[in-house]
């Protein structure tokens, strides 16, 4: 059975850092891709972040490139996503997904994803 569970999140200043993990069951990760979505109340789930299976290639929008980091550790079968200089903007919930048994190519959208997370919440305020 696929599972995805999201942990990490929590209450940040701005500025601060925070690194979420997303650990996967039933399938070996390496093979797939992995993409973080966030979701704030009244508004549709984004993708902002997505890492490739096979080779790791990473993506990102322009609203993180640059502050976060997507990474995977194969022999933990987890998906990290870390964060620094977060904003008050980047509060939301947070979610992994993917799109396995497709390619892990990062090709998916959000209607393409076939196992989520349950997500975690992020908090950025003083």
């Known amino acids: 059975q696929v599972q995805l569970v999201e942990s990490g999140g929590g209450l940040v200043q701005p500025g601060g850092s925070l690194s979420l993990s997303c650990a996967a069951s039933g399938f070996t990760l390496r093979n797939y891709a992995i993409t973080w979505f966030r979701q704030t109340p009244g508004e549709e789930r984004k993708g902002i972040s997505c890492i490739t299976g096979g080779e790791s290639r990473t993506y990102y929008v322009e609203a993180v490139k640059g502050r976060f980091t997507v990474s995977r550790d194969d022999a933990k079968n987890t998906v990290y996503l870390q964060m620094k200089n977060l904003k008050p903007e980047d509060t939301a919930v947070y979610y992994c997904?993917?799109?396995?048994?497709?390619?892990?190519?990062?090709?998916?959208?959000?209607?393409?994803?076939?196992?989520w997370g349950k997500g975690t919440l992020v908090t950025v305020s003083s």
């Open positions: 997904a993917t799109d396995h048994p497709e390619p892990g190519n990062c090709e998916g959208t959000r209607s393409d994803m076939n196992y």
